[in-house]
């Protein structure tokens, strides 16, 4: 009897609890969140893999992406990128952008392929990865844009520092 009383009077006190729960901190959103970010005219749904073993896992494993769905690689500095495919099952194409955002160049890559893909320009700030074919299919080419504000909305969900990945 005592213990049907208490478990109604804690009940009770829960249900009077009239602070709403809290949204979870943005720096418990990980890899596998997708972000919406916008390549040219197209709206993607981008992971955005910041830190170096998100970098380093990158698209291991990963059997299908859905028609926009990609990844995004921040660096904290300009320079000359490479990347490889190895364990990553699909093939895929690169973007390398530029600091404000520019695509300046667009590779392909094989799947489970150990040779670099490195980026003839030195000016990559980061890399966005689509199925092999995207950039081709949906028109988005070298000189147009990956929305910024998008990208810094990202970045900032996942907890880290906007300043230092994007200007």
Not at 9 to 14: E, R, T
Not at 110 to 138: C, H, I, N, P, Y
């Amino acid at each position: 009897m005592f213990r049907l009383f208490f478990l109604a009077l804690a009940l009770g006190l829960v249900a009077c609890d009239s602070r709403r729960p809290e949204a979870a901190p943005a720096r418990e959103l990980g890899l596998e969140t997708r972000f919406p970010i916008r390549m040219g005219v197209v709206l993607t749904q981008l992971r955005v893999a910041i830190s170096d073993l998100e970098k380093a896992r990158g698209l291991m494993g990963v059997t299908k992406l859905e028609e926009a769905e990609g990844m995004a690689f921040l660096y904290d500095e300009d320079g000359e990128m490479s990347f490889w495919m190895k364990n990553t099952l699909i093939d895929l194409d690169i973007a390398f952008v530029g600091r404000d955002g520019t695509v300046l160049e667009v590779r392909t890559m094989t799947a489970g392929d150990t040779e670099t893909t490195t980026s003839l320009t030195k000016q990559a700030r980061f890399a966005v990865e689509m199925r092999a074919g995207w950039f081709r299919d949906f028109g988005v080419k070298p000189g147009d844009k990956v929305n910024l504000e998008d990208l810094r909305a990202a970045v900032r969900a996942r907890g880290y520092d906007v300043k230092k990945y994007l200007p």
